[in-house]
């Protein structure tokens, strides 16, 4: 299972945060801030596995994260998961990202967040990892566009952001 | 036009959208908060509004601030009515804001249990999918008890796409509602083999979550699993299987045998690290969950830590890591494969990556020996040293720690040593481990005598140094080590040098600083110096110098009466009375010192941490029970009063009755230890190789080298572990040239005695004895202490409640709760095809299509047919058998001379999932296995082709869980009793075919034997059986099998009070014998278990009958409530023996025997939980001697094994440790010890009456022969 999903930058500034158990607020705020402090201040060539500790869920738990330029993905994920497996579901996650909107850069995460989740919500539903298959996942994610397109075209068309 | 108006409104309102709010945060950057709280407003201001656009556009900007970390439940009604818009992007809007921020305590979470439903059946895929996403975050109980269903319906929805996301779900709704999992699973199953790989996968998903918790329901998995694991292509899919199966294999070591060779073959063949990865960890799984005698593997071990060592070495430091992660658990079962390795794990200590460092940390606790640990600690202590950052030095700290004090210091060959790496880590600054440290030299000060006086002088010069420790570090808890100190100095008070100074330093001022239990600890252990140096001080006649310290306490004590901690005041308060009474007598000349040391008079001894958790509850004592009857509610007023005026004169009696037992015990106690003194074959607990060496013959003439106290105790700051580790190398040098010389001796005068040297660790590793000769003192457990502590799981875990039985067929009162009434307004929906197919049609039946209702009777009617052709299927199997006792005698003629074809009775229902399952794993190519193992995967799946041959395919295919028993045991002697003597040669012959068949078994379990450790090439045994004649006359004689015990394949011990008795009919006669009825008195141990709705005196019905000349099988299956006594039972067989005119009654008695031989399960036992079951302690010892055998020791081995059901442990020459275990539990231990022709068993058994009763049926198998 995989218990959050966190996206923060270079300086632990949250992207995107996804946790699939719940948390207050405050508390959740603390995980990405420790998480971020964890995460930050190891080199660049070490290895990608963290154990989470207490941070969250204990001992079964490990952090698994990439850094991507300026920002980090961070998976929280239990034994069940295999770790080499979920490096590859993060590579997955940009790829498709980097597909939906074009060479992704920190500022796409910024401003619509909301997609991110919509293709996240594609990939891993409730903690556990739904598709993994990446033409799958950019099919229904942009079949969804087209439907929120095709019933939102009155301010879509005033509002163009991109 | 109206359009128009939506327009303007849109203009007017919109006046920040997300990515507005999101370009203002950035813009704000110095008043942050304060922006967003004005934006948080105008978001209040929009969801007044009625426009749904609108309040869909606040609602996604709350997401956003949740992010941020606001609070945004109080919009938690705005988002419900967002989701509840019909069109996608809000409701897609709603359902994210929902998963972010819903949760069980949301109390508007109930008002969407209909919206989620409609969305749910909504023809549009993707409302269902964004419906189905969002419930995954926020799902309740409730809702999970009110759209199982639902989502169960989902499950065969025609899109894959839906599919895949419901079965996914599932595991949600299971955890929340755990109700649902038995209806829902026979669907999930199903989509295990979906055509869609998606939903294959989820599928496999959740079932690998679920049986991650709970393995043993998912066993009956495996073949359709393995069948997956060999098909798929699917990486992602084939990962999980195989970590299931790395679940899987520890209940059942038969799937790991089949499991072995399609993983090895992955192994080679994958180019994908992570499956490679996750192949070697079930493979190390499959390896620990086998024997580790089998030598076949090891060929598999070599190629994981092949491939271990390959990711290891790699560049890429997440190989690295994950190949030290797996070496890790090779090192529990095969530290030797892994220590040869040492090399490049050391080397990876230096690594720059922490995570890496850890790993490698973990591993060096399996790779210390006695040789290497002051190294190893050496080089640990200059990691300390450099380590950076607090957390890792302080699992550096543990490690250290945990390395030495592993298995009761095994590998601390001078504790000395040991204690100055103690206080050398106590200069550690910023450590949160002062109290592992403490704990650690009390434990060794208390438990190894020899070392108390270096301990204690160590202890001494640290409370003086105590300023060092407790300068800035008040708060991360070194000062835990001055807890430990000032006991130590305190209690063996009578090995300091200078008690005054310690006494001094004791009470120092500076002590009021110190945490109050600290201080509390100084207070009471400098009253215990105080007494000592009194003792020293009036003995050297100086009078005033006694009265000089008296005064010394009076004055310094006040500090600590004036103490907060309640503790402290107390103890202080009552010491400096006591010293001031103390004081007035000294003023009168009178010598207190031998008075005031008799309060402290005595030993402590170390208690086992666990031994008040294993302290038996005496026979006949209900904890639950109410000791005096709760007063009912309305009494309970009246009452009261009562109580208090009661005389309490009870508590007296009581009292007094503890003391009794206290005394009692102690005696006990005492006599026990005399009885474990005695007794030479009573393993100590303390670590075996020092024992051994005390034995071993010239040991003790190898000079110890007395290491020089003089050395300078300790200057802080300067590390002295370093000079042990000098002194250890002369003095192992020196030891060696001894060693060199005594050999020589040795040789000369040619060995006279072999202690047990073999039994653990590598030669060389023996040769280093220990410095000092230390008694490890062992922990004191209660009498009779309890063998288990299990029970550790959390009572919380969320799973606990799907540790559900799934093989079980479904109940009505199971099926998924139904739409309730509520419900069924929002139903309009015409396209809802989900409806519910167990709806009863009386709810609702205006408002169910006529679809909907076909829909309903198909799949009624698929599960009608799946259970019949279920039915179907057994009925099949049994008449296949039935073909066999026919069709199968001219196949083989080892079987057709012998006529006994086998037929189950057991009254208890045995269920074909199981039985398949054990099938399946029954033709794992079992590497030494010939005859048998050919014809049972001839036979195939169970309901294919009829089988082929017969004989031994019914046999494995009807035993469930007795099977492996069979193959195990099936090979032995025969019993021989009175009765046989009288047999006439015909029946002898009969009987050495019988023998002749089982010699067929035996070869099948080959492996067993090896494991039993008779070697293959020591001379054949004899044949052996385990039937008996249990009664005989003109017309039929019954043979009965000595009982056998039917574990549930589950392992339930405690429903494991079952014995099945296999009893051979064959008729003698020429006439048809039918209407055959067994019956047994039952006794109120022993009870026949009869098909249900019969009465207690009723007979069981022997399900065939028998032709001229035929015999047959039929296994009965009896409770038992005690073991430990062997039971008798009086039976009667009555039936009807049919000729061609007439048909006569006829009735035949017996006596069943129940041994306690019989209660007994074959258990392998590894030799390090053998060992550690000896050590326990709570086993009580008894012994026999057998005089005369003449017999091979392997030969004598086997019959114990084959008729008492033990399995070897370990065998050395003429000595070999023996396991078994009753079917409730009871570890049963043997040393048997062979010399001439006199063999003696020394024998251990938490039931001591048990083990006299096995004993003495051993002790009657060899004296029969």
Redesign the interface.
Known sequence: ?IRAILIFNNHGK?R???F?E?Y???T??QIIRETFHLVSKR?E???????GGMLIGGSDYKLIYRHYATLYFVFCVDS?E????I??LIQVFVETLDKCFENVCELDL?????KV??IL?EMV?????????MN?IIM?VD??NK??KS??F??QS??Q?R | MA?KI??GS??RM?DK???DL??GI?NHKEDEAKYISTCIDEIKQELKQDNI?VKANAV?KL??L??????VSWAAFNIVEVMSSS???YK??GY?AAS?CF??STDVIMLTTNQIRKDLSSP?Q?DT??A??GL??F?TPDLARDLANDIMTLMSHTKP?IR??AV??M??VFLKYPESLRPAFPRLKEKLEDPDP?VQ??AV??I??LA?RNPKNYLSLAPLFFKLMTSSTN??VL??II?LFGALTPLEPRLGKKLIEPLTNLIHSTSA??LL??CVNTVIAVLISLSSGMPNHSASIQLCVQKLRILIEDSD??L???GLLAMSKILKTHPKSVQSHKDLILQCLDD?????R?RALDLLYGMVSKKNLMEIVKKLMLHVDKAEGTTYRDELLTKIIDICSQSNYQYITNFEWYISILVELTRLEGTRHGHLIASQMLDVAIRVKAIRIFAVAQMATLLDNAHLLTGNMQRNGICEVLYAAAWICGEFSEHLENPMQTLEAMLRPKVATLPGHIQAVYVQNAAKLFSTVLKSQEGSTEGTAAQETSQLMIDRLPLFVQSANLEVQERASCILQLVKYIQKLQQKEVEVAEEVSALFAGELNPVAPKAQKKVPVPEGLDLDAWINEPPSESESEDEQPKAIFAKEEPKHSRSRHTEVDEKELARRREARKQEQANNPFYIKASPSSQKVYQESPGVEHIPVVQIDLTVPLKVPGLPMSDQYLKLEEERRQKERADKKKKEKKKRKEKRSGRGRRHDSGPESEEDITPAHMVDIVTEEMPENALPSDDDDKDPNDPHKALDIDLDKPLADSEKLPVRSHRAAKVAKSPVEDGDAENTPPSQEPKKKSSKEKREKKKDKDRDRKKSKEEKKKKKHKHEEKEEDLLGGEADEPVVQSEDTTEVVALPTSTNAEVSDLDFWLSNAPVPSNTQEAATVAATAEADSVPEATSGTAPDSDHDEPKNSELEETKSSKHKKKKQKKEKEEKEKKKKKKHHHHHRHHSDGGADESVQNGTVEDEEPLPPMSNYCLLAENSYIKMMMEDADEVCDIQGNLQDGSQVVVSVIFENKCDSLLKSMEFNVLDSLNSKLQRPEGSGPHDGFTVPFQLPPGVSNEARLVFTVQSIVMPQKMKGTLTFIVKNEDSSIHEKLDFKLHFTCTSYLITTPCYSDAFAKLLESGDLKCSSVRLEEVNMPFHHLLARICFHHHFSVVERIDSCASMYSRSIQGHHVCLLVKTSGQTVSIDAKCDEPTLLGNVLDEIKQTFSQC
């Open positions: 299972m949250p995107l945060s996804k699939y719940h207050t607020e405050d959740e705020q080199d060539n070490v290895c990608n596995f963290l154990e069940s295999s770790e080499l497996g490096l590859d910024i401003f619509h967040v909301d989740h919509n919500a539903m409730g903690g556990m990892v739904l598709e993994t298959n799958e229904q079949a969804q439907m929120e019933e939102t009155i301010f005033t509002r952001d | 359009l939506v327009k849109i203009d919109f959208n997300l990515q999101v370009r950035r656009a996604c997401t956003y949740q992010m941020l970390g606001y609070d069109k996608f992007t897609r809007i994210l972010q949760h069980e549009n993707y999918g964004v189905l996403t995954s975050c799902v796409y895949k996301k996914l779900i595991y949600k998606g996968s989820a998903n959740v690998c979550e991650r990486n992602w990962i999980k970590k690290m992570s990865y996750e430091q997440n690295k890591y994950l720059k990556d922490e995570s890496i850890l």
